[in-house]
Nanobody, 126 residues
Framework: VQLQASGGGLVQPGGSLRLSCVAS????????LAWFRQLPGKERDFVAA?????????????VRGRFTISKVVAPDSNSKDTVYLQMNGLKPEDTAIYYC???????????????WGQGTQVTVSS
């Protein structure tokens, strides 16, 4: 599956952004969808993930209560699934490149994800 992420930008502390990631094919019953973030020279950190049913969601402790992951399942085979990351109460430490990913198991381990989007920059600064 190919993923296309968008929605990053510059926002002041306390502000909000919504990231979007469109999948090239239907992911229901096939893929877990997740968001990770990474700073230059650092490892890719888990942010949030949603199971292929949408029924189970994981969050990193650092974003729980501020970020919300959601998935919109395409209504028909000609449409594409989309996963969102609503980010509220943004802090400077949330600054990073954000990547969406698709994989099999619902996990926080980036090594288990087989498909990655191109990344979108989020900068939180006054």
């Amino acid at each position: 599956v190919q993923l296309q992420a968008s929605g990053g930008g510059l926002v002041q502390p306390g502000g909000s952004l919504r990231l979007s990631c469109v999948a090239s094919e239907r992911t229901f019953m096939r893929y877990t969808l997740a968001w990770f973030r990474q700073l230059p020279g650092k490892e890719r950190d888990f942010v949030a993930a949603v199971s292929w049913t949408g029924g189970t969601i994981y969050y990193a402790d650092s974003v729980r209560g501020r970020f919300t992951i959601s998935k919109v399942v395409a209504p028909d085979s000609n449409s594409k699934d989309t996963v969102y990351l609503q980010m509220n109460g943004l802090k400077p430490e949330d600054t990073a490149i954000y990547y969406c990913a698709a994989g099999g198991p619902l996990t926080r381990d980036p090594a288990e994800y087989t498909s990655w989007g191109q990344g979108t920059q989020v900068t939180v600064s006054s």
